[in-house]
């Protein structure tokens, strides 16, 4: 596979950085890593090469084929698959004896593979045993973090998609939506069903459940069964599943065996301890027209996007007294997603996500291309870690990644003393708040306060002699948002306005207080006032200024594109749903006693397209549907989002094909259709070694409803395959601006629903700038309707390795660099630096931090770890700090002993790198290891680099050899150096 030459970071990325780095080489002062993700001391994952029971077309030692056929669920009790199970499990004690260890779960379903306790040298020793696919450490995983949206996505009322399916009891009927989350609370209205019988259905109600000795059984509508559990445990009974509610399952090993009791704040059971998973749960699938009113407050109703849809939860995530101790493990998400492959479910939504982009071969992952192979939709979260480039997560091409717009928002108004009215976002002023005085926060603040922390309404910062009977301005930002509220409530104040001091999401939380949230500019007007003397303000409800919030917009905290772990040849997000503001079901007592709440997040968008999915399932719909069918059905009838001027948004890495839209997605006309062998080719095509046999294609010619290329030297031409689903003639528009477009053929001619046929799209750049993206579509048009996909294209001035390595004290090296440009071709070599050197040792469990400087005009700068414990395992992390917070732009965390970060041209500021001991080599009880940052500047001469040939012509598509020489080098200590292009862009040398 050609090497990418994209300018991201080596190892696992968080945020992309443009300058570069120079060590103190001192330990530094601590900074709080709230997104280091913190892996279980000694727990892994092991994957095995053997098909999984979902996705094994038989052939091995003569067991029968245990995949299902199209519309029917994986059969885990039949003999063939009790069969097979025996034999997964044969080659995974085979895999665990060859070094020693004992499997404390075991995965055949949806993943063939085992969890266990071992040292870093049984982890690396496994990863290069025959028949082992990957090894991975256990790692803690996170939530993603009109006012109806069943109303705005005109699935409700008169005319509306529910009325069309035959009323709100058929939408979704005889599906079953699996939501993986932080439990369910099932007293809650939304999840109100009947009580669960012994008595089979009927042909009048053919999908009702029952329950059949211990378990719960749901006939659906693609003709097979779910068969699922309701779990007892603390608060939670089995008289407490429905008809509505059919599964209520936890999975909490992993997090019990990491969190001592003492840290833990949440029901050992599948009762909600968070509300997350009651929220996402709701929005999916809840009731309809479930009255919700909150605080005295009257919301109306709030429905779920499939209510017919039944229920099946599965907690994975739980509530622990701090950061470091709330989530869900790998280990145990794994054995939920295989445990609703074996139960049934059609629909899988997954609001749940890493502080950096996963690989798309991790365990989850693999678990849901085996649960895609079995017929299961699943929609996932892209994150919340927006506006940046390249944030998002879960974009595997059998995953369907959601980012989060807007709906029609709740809005008050800040009318100023001077006559000045600014309109924000409110939920709680629903009567006149004022005239009262208005005051900054760091005016009426303690003496003991600090201003930064006033400025924030921190808890226990304001004053009630001075804020009592006011309206208080309060930053945004560090202090949860209610929080804000709550000081100002607790000191006396009447009102708060809540200001962005960027460009943020404006959110519709339930405060303490009325309170309007405003962004620039309004936010700074007001504060400029407030901070005036005699300063007054009313808090009015309804929008009084005359001005307009366009909708829908992408949410700012939304993740976007493009993905850097598929080398920019997929689309990411694939598609946007409301996520700001969502009223839906929460749990009472981790949220200050209420039934429904307001949230936000991409987690929140994940649950409308898992809905739109299930009513696509529904009976009389499309049952039988692959996944596949059904994300290209809702990509290529969505529709752009706006700006904030209520233009066209037309950017895919923003809001992938757009926004959902319920009303045209029953009639695509053509899908873009994939499966398992899609899959494994696209896995193979950017380098993961499957061990299938499958071949590797381009990653640009999986064959998706969008088409991206992440790096065109010139001209390439991309393959799409298309089924109708309406038989007739379709032409094809595309129009990218800067590119010439050709399709070929321009018209497809389908005599048939069913029939499929291949064209082409040939992309050719002629006045794109190198490095930046190119966007726009191909839209077949036909048989009454439109089929619109999304194009991104990156051209780029040349292909070239991001690294290459060498060792020695003097030494050579070849590579090749492959032009798109053609003429002079300047190659320079900075370098080498040697950087700065500090020594330390760790117990397990143990980290230290070094601080970091930035300067400008440095080429790259490298982070490594090396210790001569090399059956040891640390890991490093490197965050870059603004102000009081560090975000997390780089890590390495391989089961090996030595660990390397490289940044291309960081960006300025100050760095930290932490060095974590996961674990000691077997027999000690601590690791010595030598920390060293290099960086290269134009004037680094630690040792002598250079290049062959520094000048030649270049032609497009003839690849230029470079040879690169180094001498005067240590030769133990690792050397840094950078060979650069013409566009600035370069490879990483590294030398021992």
């Not at 909150?294 to 599965?314: H, K, L, M, Q, R």
């Not at 595997?396 to 709906?407: G, I, K, L, N």
């Not at 899959?679 to 064959?703: H, K, M, Q």
């Amino acid at each position: 596979m050609p090497t990418s030459p994209r300018r991201r970071l080596l190892g696992l990325t968080a945020a992309t950085c443009a300058a570069a780095v120079v060590l103190t080489g001192s330990p530094a002062a601590a900074v709080p890593p709230s997104d280091l993700p913190v892996p279980a001391s000694g727990r892994y994952i092991v994957t095995l090469t053997d098909e999984p029971l979902a996705t094994y077309d038989g052939g091995t030692d003569g067991i029968a084929r245990t995949r299902p056929t199209e519309g029917r669920r994986v059969d885990t009790t039949s003999s063939a698959a009790r069969e097979y199970r025996r034999h997964l499990e044969e080659r995974q004690d085979e895999a665990a004896e060859r070094v020693g260890v004992e499997p404390t779960r075991r995965y055949a379903v949806s993943l063939n593979g085992f969890a266990a306790t071992m040292t870093a040298d049984q982890a690396r020793e496994l990863e290069t045993t025959p028949g082992v696919l990957a090894v991975s450490k256990d790692q803690l995983h996170k939530p993603t973090d009109d006012k109806n949206s069943v109303d705005y996505l005109r699935l409700s009322g008169p005319g509306g998609v529910w009325e069309s399916l035959g009323g709100t009891d058929a939408a979704g009927r005889g599906v079953v939506v699996g939501v993986l989350d932080t439990g369910i609370w099932p007293e809650n209205p939304s999840f109100a069903g009947d009580e669960l019988s012994a008595t089979e259905p009927g042909d009048d109600d053919p999908y009702r459940a029952y329950r059949d000795g211990e378990d719960i059984v749901m006939a659906k509508s693609d003709g097979s069964t779910f068969t699922g559990e309701c779990e007892t445990g603390e608060e939670f009974t089995a008289d407490l599943c429905s008809t509505k509610l059919v599964g209520a399952r936890s999975f909490s090993d992993g997090w019990e065996a990491a969190v001592p009791e003492a840290y833990r704040n949440d029901y050992l059971s599948p009762r909600d301890g968070g509300g997350h998973g009651s929220h996402t749960a709701s929005t999916a699938a809840g009731n309809a027209d479930v009255p919700a009113t909150v605080e005295g407050n009257d919301f109306g109703t709030v429905s779920g996007v499939a209510p017919g849809a039944a229920i099946a939860s599965y907690k994975v995530l739980w509530e622990g007294t701090t950061e470091e101790t709330t989530g869900g493990w790998t280990s145990d998400i794994v054995e939920a997603i295989d445990a609703a492959v074996a139960d049934g479910v059609d629909v899988i939504n997954y609001s749940i996500g890493s502080g950096s982009e996963s690989a798309v071969d991790n365990p989850i992952s693999l678990a849901f291309l085996s649960a895609a192979s079995a017929g299961i939709f699943v929609s996932a979260s892209a994150g919340n870690s927006g506006p940046g480039a390249s944030t998002l997560d879960n974009t595997a091409p059998w995953v369907t990644t959601v980012a989060a717009s807007t709906v029609a928002p709740y809005e008050g108004t800040v009318v100023l003393g001077d006559g000045q009215r600014f309109s924000g976002i409110s939920t709680t002023v629903d009567q006149p708040t004022g005239p009262a005085p208005l005051e900054v926060a760091v005016e009426v603040k303690t003496a003991a306060a600090t201003d930064a922390d006033a400025a924030l309404c921190a808890p226990g910062t304001l004053d009630p002699a001075k804020a009592t009977g006011t309206i208080v301005v309060c930053d945004r930002g560090v202090v949860d948002r209610v929080a804000k509220s709550a000081e100002v409530e607790r000191v006396g104040g009447i009102g708060m306005v809540l200001v962005n001091l960027t460009e943020l999401s404006l959110d519709g939380d339930l405060h303490s207080v009325p309170t309007v949230h405003l962004n620039p500019p309004a936010s700074a007007d007001v504060k400029a006032y407030a901070a005036t003397a005699g300063a007054t303000a009313t808090l009015e409800p309804g929008n009084l200024a005359g001005d307009t919030m366009p909708h829908p917009q992408i949410a700012g905290f939304s993740s976007r594109g493009p993905s850097t772990a598929t080398g920019g040849d997929l689309v990411k997000p694939d598609l946007a749903a409301p996520g700001v503001s969502i009223l839906a079901a929460v749990a009472p007592p981790s949220n200050s006693g209420r039934d429904f709440d307001f949230y936000s997040g991409t987690s929140m968008a994940a649950p409308h397209v898992a809905g739109a999915a299930a009513l696509h399932y529904g009976d009389g719909v499309h049952p039988t549907w692959s996944p596949m069918q059904v994300k290209s059905a809702l990509m290529t009838t969505a529709e752009d989002l706006v700006d904030a001027e209520d233009q066209p948004v037309t950017d895919p890495f923003v809001q992938g094909a757009g926004e959902l839209t319920p009303t045209r997605m029953f009639e695509p006309g053509l899908v873009y259709d994939s499966a398992d062998e899609d899959w494994l080719a696209f896995l193979e095509g950017i380098g993961v070694r499957t061990g299938t046999g499958v071949e590797a294609v381009d990653p640009s010619d999986y064959n998706t409803p969008s088409i991206a290329v992440g790096s065109l030297l010139r001209t390439q031409t991309v393959t799409r395959r298309v089924t109708a689903v309406e038989p007739g003639l379709y032409r094809a528009q595309a129009s990218v601006p800067g590119l010439d477009v050709e399709v070929t053929p321009s018209i497809l001619n389908f005599d048939s629903a069913g029939q499929t046929k291949t064209f082409t799209v040939t992309l050719t750049n002629h006045s794109v700038d190198f490095d930046e993206a190119a966007t726009g579509s191909l839209t077949w048009s036909g048989a009454g309707t439109t089929i619109r996909s999304p194009i991104a294209v990156t051209p780029r001035a040349l292909l070239a390795p991001e690294s290459v390595a060498g060792s020695g004290r003097n030494g050579q090296l070849r590579f090749e660099v492959q032009p798109g440009v053609e003429g002079r071709f300047p190659i320079r070599a900075y370098g080498l630096a040697q950087g700065a050197a500090s020594n330390g040792t760790l117990p397990a469990g143990a980290a230290s931090q070094y601080e970091t400087t930035v300067a400008e005009g440095a080429k790259v700068a490298q982070f490594t770890t090396r210790t001569p414990a090399q059956r040891a395992d640390l890991d490093l992390y490197v965050y870059r700090v603004q102000g009081s917070t560090a975000t997390l732009v780089a890590r390495s965390a391989t089961a090996a002993a030595d660990e390397t970060v490289v940044l291309s041209a960081p960006a300025p500021g100050r760095y930290i790198s932490q060095v974590v001991n996961f674990a000691n080599a077997p027999g000690t009880s601590s690791t010595a290891f030598t920390h060293r940052g290099a960086v290269v500047t134009e004037d680094s001469a630690d040792g002598r680099l250079r290049v062959t040939p520094a000048d030649p012509t270049a032609e497009v598509g003839e690849p230029i050899t470079v040879t690169a020489r180094w001498n005067r080098v240590d030769g133990t200590s690792p050397y840094l150096g950078w060979v650069e292009y013409l566009d600035g862009s370069g490879t990483v040398l590294t030398v021992n």
